[in-house]
Structure formats: C-alpha cells, structure tokens
C-alpha cells in the first residue's frame, strides 16, 4: 500500500502595518463591470456548484481586471457542468467549452488537459452585449494585443500615407 506524501503549505502572509489593515473595513463595494476591454488575469474556477433557472449545474470561472476603475473586480463566467443533457438532446456544456477554448486559444494552448492549464495567467478581454443585451466576453486576445479602436483610415478614404 502506498502512502500519502502530505507538502506542508506555506504559512507565508505578509501584513506590512497591522494596526493600519485590522482598523480597515474589510469589506469593497461591488461595482457591476460595464462593457468594455478588460486586462484580466484568469482564476482558478470556484469549486461551489450553482444551479441555473433550469435546473442545470454550474461553476463559475472569475477573470479578475487587472487595472483602471474596476482593478480587483471580476468578470465572471458561469460555465455548464459536462455531460447534462437538455429535454431537447443538446449537451449544455458546449457555450461553456466555446468561452474556455477562446481562453485557451488566446493563451496558445492547443490542448486543456483541467482548469490548471489556464489559471494565473493573462487576457484581454472584450466584454459586451449579445445578441440578447447580456455582457458577456465577445472575444480574447493574448494580453496587450487588443483591437485599435482608432479606424485604419480617414473618414473620406484618403490617408497620410503615400501610395505606390
């Protein structure tokens, strides 16, 4: 029979000022995150099972931002457990590989073996409506390669540069 090697975990927690940081509050507002295009850095997903209006089961995938106004806010993902099939025959889980393999696909990986494949590491996102008025994330790009929002041309098609 074998044993189980037991890693002792790191009991490493810095606090630099305690009395500064225990007088704190502790507790952040919660602000709903707007569209737009998000640096994000990609969380372990959460192992509490929620279910969905339907009955489905889920688990939700946080990517964190990075910087600006909602820095430390999540973006989140509801992903669909594998292998529940709707009334209809449809297997639930495929939006939610879709959304993972955009991650995945951003980050280069080519094959997902777990959740440990794409977590601590970074995105960009675009996250905005869909079809339905929903933001949810719309595309992924390896971090700093976003879409220019600046139009490739002048409004009356000419442009600056010299034609040859």
């Keep these: 029979m074998m044993q189980e090697i037991v890693q002792e975990h790191s009991t490493s927690f810095v606090i630099d000022n305690v009395e500064e940081v ?10 709903k995150v707007p569209a737009g295009t998000y640096d994000v850095q990609v969380q ?10 339907k009955g489905f089961k889920q688990q939700m995938l946080p990517l964190e931002i990075l910087d600006g106004e909602y820095e430390g806010d999540w973006i989140t993902l509801y992903l669909w457990l594998n292998n ?3 009334v209809d025959g449809k297997k639930r889980d495929g939006v939610s590989r879709s ?6 696909k951003a980050l280069g990986i080519t094959q997902m073996k777990d959740f440990h494949d794409i977590a601590g590491k970074f995105v960009t996102v675009e996250y905005g409506p869909n079809a339905r008025g929903y933001n949810e994330i719309l595309d992924v790009v390896p971090m700093g390669q976003a879409k220019s929002a600046e139009p490739t ?6 442009s600056d540069d010299i034609p040859f």
């Design 153 to 158: 041309s002048e409004p009356n098609g000419k």
């Design 99 to 104: 959304k993972v393999a955009k991650i995945a």
């Design 22 to 31: 225990a007088t704190e509050s502790g507790i952040r507002e919660k602000k």
């Design 84 to 86: 529940q099939d709707s």
């Design 44 to 53: 372990l997903i959460r192992p509490n099972v929620y279910p969905d209006k």
